[in-house]
């Protein structure tokens, strides 16, 4: 099987397995439990893992928050910040900005807040995938606590001017949350000079293990206030209380640390594979349209909708694990939301591939994945024009 669905999960890596081994196998202890050896090797392990994961985005070891993944992060971050805006204040922010192409972690969260009395905008993407910094500019009210806007999109991964976004946030005292489940680990980022506030990670997405994440919050200028969304303890700063899953987090510190080191050459790599795709698949099929744009792009994504192909195609690609880019919602196709906001029409949304190039991604398994494409278009076509010709004509 070839893999090329990195964005909806990666797998793990060798090394962070061997990392997080000696945590699931002998080395037992709390990072609460401190009055022995074994838990407080247990937190010297959490606590390297902290430094690890903030030193991919320049943040303080101190503001990072460990959480079951970038689900909860999104959650924490949003309700967090509208759940301790002051209540007696005359000035209490109700308003939060966000984007139609967010994740759902993020758009269902800030529909919750809205059935509880927020307002929320949710402001509309190019053509191209992406938000111009002047439309966030203009939804900025007096009344907004809050501007939620992902780093990479998990579709079609084109990346948000997080930096223009950031200076405006910065200039108005408005918090900036960044859900960067699929930047981080891939591009630069630097919460200081991006003026993020809140920014969310997965372990999962960078080659470490599922069911774990983190929220960076930022405790100096300005220091983020945050209502937790669970009681039962001061672990986190009382942010997100519960035992740590240490070896989950050893492994995204693992993964973090691996990612430091080779994440340049990697995407220098995987954005070249990604062109022999995109290549060999304008050259192997026509009606090849590539969705988002190119050049504000992850190095691993390509999203492309080919004519004539609908939503079955992905499941139909024998021995290639690729993602369509519709999500089957209560029995019926829905094309991709994201799509859509992008202004692909339905038939054309329907006929997508999402790819999602992995770490252990080769040429020759990219040359593979052509072909099985080919061939899988091919039938599609050749039987969506018989269905054609045995229609009966008035
Ligand atoms: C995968 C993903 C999430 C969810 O992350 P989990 O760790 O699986 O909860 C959120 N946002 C984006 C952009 C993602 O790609």
Redesign the pocket.
């Known amino acids: 099987m070839i893999y090329l669905d990195a964005?909806?999960?990666t797998p793990v890596d060798p090394r962070v397995l061997d990392a997080m081994l000696p945590f699931l196998r002998d080395q037992v202890g709390n990072a609460s439990s401190l009055d022995h050896a074994a838990g407080r090797r247990t937190l010297d392990a959490v606590d390297a893992a902290r430094r690890q994961v903030a030193a991919l985005i320049g943040a303080s070891h101190k503001d990072i928050v460990f959480?079951?993944?970038?689900?909860?992060?999104?959650n924490l971050a949003i309700k967090g910040v509208a759940g301790s805006a002051p209540d007696r204040s005359e000035r209490r922010g109700d308003h939060i900005v966000t984007v139609a192409t967010?994740?759902?972690?993020?758009l269902d969260t800030c529909r919750h807040l809205e059935a509880r009395g927020c307002r929320v905008t949710v402001l509309p993407v190019g053509a191209d995938g992406l938000i111009d910094p002047a439309a966030v500019e203009a939804a900025l009210e007096p009344r907004t606590i809050l501007v939620s806007v992902?780093?990479?999109?998990?579709e079609i991964g084109v990346l948000q001017p997080l930096a223009a976004i950031g200076r405006l946030t910065r200039a108005r005292g408005i918090l900036f949350h960044t859900?960067?489940?699929?930047?981080f680990g891939r591009i630069p980022l630097d919460v200081n000079a991006m003026g993020i506030d809140l920014l969310?990670?997965?372990?999962?997405?960078i080659h470490g293990p599922?069911?774990?994440?983190a929220l960076y919050v930022r405790t100096r200028q300005p220091a983020v206030r945050l209502a937790p969304l669970f009681d039962g303890g001061g672990h986190e700063r009382g942010l997100r209380p519960g035992t740590l899953n240490a070896p989950g987090i050893v492994g995204l510190g693992a993964a973090s640390s691996l990612a430091a080191t080779e994440m340049v050459a990697e995407a220098v790599r995987l954005s070249s594979l990604r062109d022999r795709l995109l290549d060999g698949l304008r050259a192997a099929i026509d009606g090849v349209h590539v969705n988002g744009s190119l050049a504000h792009r992850l190095p691993h994504n390509l999203n492309v909708s080919i004519d004539g192909a609908d939503e079955t195609l992905a499941s139909r690609l024998d021995g290639l694990a690729v993602s369509a880019g519709s999500a089957c919602a209560s029995g019926s196709i829905e094309p991709s939301y994201v799509l859509r906001a992008l202004g692909v029409p339905a038939p054309r949304a329907h006929g997508t591939l999402r790819f999602g190039l992995s770490r252990f991604t080769t040429a020759a398994e990219i040359d593979q994945a052509i072909a099985i494409v080919r061939d899988g278009v091919e039938r599609l076509r050749a039987e969506r024009s018989a269905q054609a010709a045995s229609v009966p004509r008035p």
């Open positions: 964005h909806a999960t959480t079951s993944g970038a689900t909860e992060a999104d967010e994740h759902r972690a993020v992902m780093a990479a999109n998990n859900d960067a489940a699929q930047a969310s990670i997965s372990a999962h997405k599922q069911g774990v994440g």
